[in-house]
């Protein structure tokens, strides 16, 4: 199974649809052969909708799309059980949820009571309506939208769901060439539309067994555990990075080197996803959010402090 061939099909079928982003592509695919879900924070137009469905699209996979509101139900995303007269019996009617691919556009408008629906389903991998336990449908991901500008009539992601997302990414606006590239493959009709699977469900539940083969150093692990502690040791950090963001950090880092063609990972792996795994896992003190300290920034600031394995620093 050569993952990085699965990867390099993924990322090459998506691209035709996603102009000059292949970064942020990458990063999807790294986390859909981590098994883990992903936060898309950007202004509306970037092309965060059409990421996910072209994903959806290279994998054969069902894919369903909640655009959550205030007055969505918790029930409106797991399903609902339903009496049925003739049988006499209550039957399940599945959710959007219940989909293989599943796009949350703009999360932070629904209330902490729907946001929450999503929790058991994120990281159990199953929803419980009714006390009735159904299980998801492997591979399941959930990709989340949210805009990071207008703020009215939102509710903000609480921080124990932000810590179920194993990434968080933004797209960004194209160069003046890539929108220009853009315009001439949408003349005609959108390139979404043409679409074709170049990977099967299988393929890819393989490649994520093959994902988790990949070794680590115990250095490598040490350096993992350095930066989780540096950002809890922050002093302008009220909350560090959880267990949870040093699992997501071993976790990418292994898919990111099968994707590589590595079958072993060197600390450039962890440096490179370091930003995306675990910025919005911290929480800014009061006093340092006064003075606009970015998390990006605390995590910059500790990759450039602690030192790499396998380094000697010269004395001065």
């Known amino acids: 199974m050569n993952v990085q061939e699965i990867a390099q099909r993924i990322v090459d079928n998506v691209e035709r649809v ?54 969505m139900l918790p029930s409106d995303v797991t399903g609902v059980s339903v009496f049925n007269q003739k049988t006499r019996e209550f039957e399940f009617r599945p959710g959007p949820v219940m989909a293989q691919i599943v796009l949350t556009d703009e999360i932070n408008r629904a209330t902490p009571k729907t946001q929450s629906a999503l929790l058991e389903a994120m990281e159990e991998r199953q929803v419980t309506v009714d006390g009735v336990t159904y299980p998801m449908k492997r591979p399941f991901l959930v990709l989340a939208t949210q805009n990071p500008i207008e703020y009215e009539g939102t509710f903000p992601l609480p921080e124990a769901q932000l810590d179920r997302f194993m990434m968080r990414i933004s797209l960004g606006y194209p ?130 402090s602690v030192p790499v394995p396998g380094v000697r620093v010269r004395a001065r």
């Open 175 to 304: 160069s003046a060439a890539d929108e220009i590239t853009m315009l001439d493959r949408q003349q005609f009709t959108h390139p979404v539309t043409t679409l074709e699977q170049v990977v099967t469900a299988e393929e890819l539940l393989r490649a994520q067994e093959e994902v988790k083969k990949v070794t680590l150093n115990d250095l490598v692990k040490e350096y993992i555990i350095r930066l989780v502690t540096a950002t809890r040791r922050h002093p302008d950090v009220y909350l560090g990075a959880s267990p949870r963001g040093s699992i997501a950090l071993y976790k990418t880092a292994q898919a990111r080197a099968a994707v590589e063609g590595r079958d072993y990972v060197i600390p450039d792996d962890i440096k490179a996803l370091a930003m995306a795994t675990l910025a919005h896992r911290l929480i800014i003190s009061p006093s340092a959010r006064i003075k606009n300290v970015d998390p990006k920034a605390v995590i910059q600031e500790v990759l450039n």
């Open 18 to 71: 996603i102009v000059g982003k292949r970064e942020a592509v990458q990063l999807t695919v790294i986390a859909l052969l981590c098994e883990g879900h992903l936060l898309i924070e950007d202004v509306p137009g970037t092309g965060k909708t059409m990421l996910a469905k072209s994903v959806a699209r290279s994998l054969g996979c069902t894919f369903r799309r909640i655009q959550f509101t205030p007055d």
